[in-house]
Protein backbone atom coordinates (compact mmCIF):
# COMPACT_ATOMS: atom_id res chain seq x y z
CA UNK A 1 0.00 0.00 0.00
CA UNK A 2 1.68 3.31 -0.82
CA UNK A 3 2.39 6.02 1.81
CA UNK A 4 -0.69 8.27 2.52
CA UNK A 5 -0.55 11.90 3.09
CA UNK A 6 -1.95 13.93 5.95
CA UNK A 7 -4.13 16.49 4.53
CA UNK A 8 -5.97 20.05 6.82
CA UNK A 9 -8.38 21.52 5.44
CA UNK A 10 -10.22 24.30 6.90
CA UNK A 11 -13.79 25.96 6.21
CA UNK A 12 -15.50 28.59 7.70
CA UNK A 13 -18.80 27.36 8.91
CA UNK A 14 -21.52 30.03 10.07
CA UNK A 15 -23.46 28.48 12.94
CA UNK A 16 -22.98 27.31 16.26
CA UNK A 17 -20.24 25.27 17.67
CA UNK A 18 -22.62 22.97 19.50
CA UNK A 19 -25.23 22.68 16.23
CA UNK A 20 -22.60 21.85 13.80
CA UNK A 21 -20.24 19.29 16.39
CA UNK A 22 -24.14 17.51 17.18
CA UNK A 23 -23.86 17.15 12.56
CA UNK A 24 -20.04 15.39 13.62
CA UNK A 25 -20.82 12.73 15.94
CA UNK A 26 -23.97 11.27 15.64
CA UNK A 27 -25.27 8.75 13.19
CA UNK A 28 -28.13 11.03 12.12
CA UNK A 29 -25.93 14.43 11.94
CA UNK A 30 -23.43 12.57 9.63
CA UNK A 31 -26.23 10.87 7.36
CA UNK A 32 -27.05 14.48 6.65
CA UNK A 33 -23.95 15.17 4.43
CA UNK A 34 -20.93 12.97 5.08
CA UNK A 35 -22.89 9.35 3.69
CA UNK A 36 -26.12 8.02 2.78
CA UNK A 37 -26.55 6.18 5.93
CA UNK A 38 -24.51 5.70 8.75
CA UNK A 39 -25.08 2.75 11.82
CA UNK A 40 -23.57 2.75 15.17
CA UNK A 41 -23.03 -1.04 16.36
CA UNK A 42 -20.57 -1.28 19.41
CA UNK A 43 -18.32 1.50 18.53
CA UNK A 44 -18.20 0.92 15.04
CA UNK A 45 -19.88 3.76 12.64
CA UNK A 46 -20.53 1.75 9.56
CA UNK A 47 -20.56 4.62 6.81
CA UNK A 48 -22.68 3.50 3.44
CA UNK A 49 -22.08 5.30 0.11
CA UNK A 50 -24.10 3.67 -2.80
CA UNK A 51 -25.31 0.68 -0.91
CA UNK A 52 -21.55 -0.26 0.05
CA UNK A 53 -20.78 0.23 3.83
CA UNK A 54 -17.02 1.60 5.27
CA UNK A 55 -16.64 0.83 8.94
CA UNK A 56 -14.91 3.24 11.13
CA UNK A 57 -13.80 3.52 14.88
CA UNK A 58 -14.61 6.43 16.68
CA UNK A 59 -10.87 6.52 18.67
CA UNK A 60 -10.70 9.59 19.99
CA UNK A 61 -12.99 12.52 21.17
CA UNK A 62 -13.49 15.26 22.89
CA UNK A 63 -17.25 16.79 23.15
CA UNK A 64 -17.75 19.92 21.51
CA UNK A 65 -13.93 19.97 20.23
CA UNK A 66 -13.53 16.91 17.99
CA UNK A 67 -14.06 13.49 16.59
CA UNK A 68 -11.42 11.05 15.33
CA UNK A 69 -11.98 8.12 13.44
CA UNK A 70 -9.85 4.88 12.02
CA UNK A 71 -11.15 3.43 9.07
CA UNK A 72 -10.93 -0.61 10.54
CA UNK A 73 -9.50 -1.56 7.10
CA UNK A 74 -6.69 1.08 6.94
CA UNK A 75 -3.15 1.39 8.17
CA UNK A 76 -3.21 2.25 11.74
CA UNK A 77 -1.70 5.75 11.66
CA UNK A 78 -4.76 6.96 9.30
CA UNK A 79 -7.29 8.25 10.72
CA UNK A 80 -9.96 11.05 9.49
CA UNK A 81 -10.65 14.27 12.57
CA UNK A 82 -13.29 16.86 12.50
CA UNK A 83 -12.22 19.70 14.93
CA UNK A 84 -13.78 22.81 15.59
CA UNK A 85 -11.99 25.80 16.40
CA UNK A 86 -13.58 29.15 17.42
CA UNK A 87 -11.78 32.57 17.22
CA UNK A 88 -11.52 33.96 20.33
CA UNK A 89 -11.74 37.36 18.47
CA UNK A 90 -14.48 37.33 16.20
CA UNK A 91 -16.16 34.40 17.30
CA UNK A 92 -16.26 32.37 13.91
CA UNK A 93 -16.32 28.99 14.10
CA UNK A 94 -13.60 27.14 11.84
CA UNK A 95 -14.19 23.22 10.88
CA UNK A 96 -10.65 21.55 10.33
CA UNK A 97 -10.96 18.08 8.43
CA UNK A 98 -7.48 16.14 8.68
CA UNK A 99 -7.47 12.87 6.46
CA UNK A 100 -4.75 10.78 4.88
CA UNK A 101 -4.93 9.90 1.19
CA UNK A 102 -2.55 8.63 -1.14
CA UNK A 103 -0.64 11.20 -2.70
CA UNK A 104 -2.40 10.67 -6.61
CA UNK A 105 -5.42 11.04 -4.80
CA UNK A 106 -4.84 14.15 -2.69
CA UNK A 107 -6.79 16.74 -5.30
CA UNK A 108 -9.76 14.47 -6.03
CA UNK A 109 -10.04 13.87 -1.56
CA UNK A 110 -9.87 17.65 -1.41
CA UNK A 111 -12.64 18.04 -4.25
CA UNK A 112 -14.54 15.36 -2.14
CA UNK A 113 -14.41 17.08 1.06
CA UNK A 114 -15.35 20.38 -0.64
CA UNK A 115 -18.00 18.73 -1.79
CA UNK A 116 -19.30 17.08 1.39
CA UNK A 117 -18.79 20.08 3.39
CA UNK A 118 -20.76 22.15 0.77
CA UNK A 119 -23.70 20.04 1.61
CA UNK A 120 -23.19 20.25 5.32
CA UNK A 121 -22.98 24.23 4.91
CA UNK A 122 -26.44 23.90 3.40
CA UNK A 123 -28.07 21.92 5.44
CA UNK A 124 -26.54 24.34 8.22
CA UNK A 125 -27.83 27.35 6.51
CA UNK A 126 -24.33 28.88 6.22
Known amino acids: ?17 KV ?9 G ?8 VNINHGIFTFVWEGAGQD ?8 GKFIRFHWVDDD ?10 ID ?3 SEVALI ?3 FVAEDEIEES ?8 SSLMQLLGS
Open 1 to 17: MADKKKIELEYIIRTSP
Open 20 to 28: LYTRLSTAD
Open 30 to 37: LAQWFADD
Open 56 to 63: AKKVREKA
Open 76 to 85: DDCYFEFRLE
Open 88 to 90: DLT
Open 97 to 99: ITD
Open 110 to 117: KQLWDSQV
